[in-house]
């Protein structure tokens, strides 16, 4: 049974970076989609993007330019870097993977989330 | 992208009720619709994927279905640990992953 953490800073001040990392444990990060989905005070599931092992990375549109996404295989590790933070990021950050299985995919297994506050 | 519309946005429920909720999409994306629960501080769920097709070690009182663009999640007969969010995900295209808007189920 795969189980995934996050682990970084609760608190990020505005215009600055913020930095998460999901650690993977019970399975092997060189398989699947491991994917970043946050959920806004009063909002809903927002996706943030996917990163294979390989470094193939599949990103959301609206935050595209801010988002950068990276695994370390050696450390059965990936993380999330999202720039340039206002108070509209405050949110609870969920890693997770997605899983395809030759039809369709689904995030299988998630993270129990971290709350990131944007505030000076 | 694709819209999702979720409903109702919340709901209030007794335990060992029959309660539904309801996503549509904005265009057809055949069965590739997941369903997921989420309970504060916990790590959600899945309950549902590709429209009808249970997730291991869910309880069978949770079932899916629909195909095209309207999907439904009925749980047949509430349990207290089911009064949570619940939220719907099309997987038919990833640009972008897109969710419903969530549905609240509460204790009458």
């Known amino acids: 049974q795969v189980q995934l953490q996050e682990s970084g800073p609760g608190l990020v001040k505005p215009s600055e970076t913020l930095s998460l990392t999901c650690t993977v444990s019970?399975?092997?990060?060189?398989?699947?989609?491991w994917s970043w989905i946050r959920q806004s005070p009063g909002r809903g599931l927002e996706w943030i993007g996917c990163?294979?092992?390989?470094?193939?990375?599949e990103y959301n549109p609206s935050l595209k330019s801010r988002v950068t996404l990276s695994v370390d295989t050696s450390e059965n590790q990936f993380s999330l870097n999202l720039s340039s933070v206002t108070a509209a990021d405050t949110a609870v950050y969920y890693c997770?993977?997605?899983?395809?299985?030759?039809?369709?995919?689904?995030?299988?297994?998630w993270g129990q989330g971290t709350l990131v506050t944007v505030s000076s | 992208d694709i819209q999702v519309t979720q409903s109702p946005s919340s709901l209030s429920a007794s335990v060992g009720d029959r309660v539904t909720i309801t996503c549509r999409t904005s265009q057809n994306i055949a069965y590739h619709l997941n369903w997921f629960r989420l309970k504060p501080g916990k790590a959600p769920q899945l309950l549902i994927y590709a429209a009808s097709i249970l997730q291991s070690g869910v309880p069978s009182r949770f079932s899916g279905s629909g195909s095209g663009t309207d999907f439904t999640l009925t749980i047949s007969s509430l349990q207290p640990e089911d009064f949570a969010t619940y939220y719907c995900q099309q997987s038919y295209s990833v640009s972008p992953i897109t969710f419903g808007q969530g549905t609240r189920l509460e204790i009458k």
């Open positions: 997770a993977r997605r899983v395809y299985d030759g039809t369709t995919s689904r995030f299988d297994s």
């Open positions: 019970g399975g092997s990060i060189s398989s699947s989609y």
């Open positions: 990163i294979y092992y390989t470094g193939r990375t």
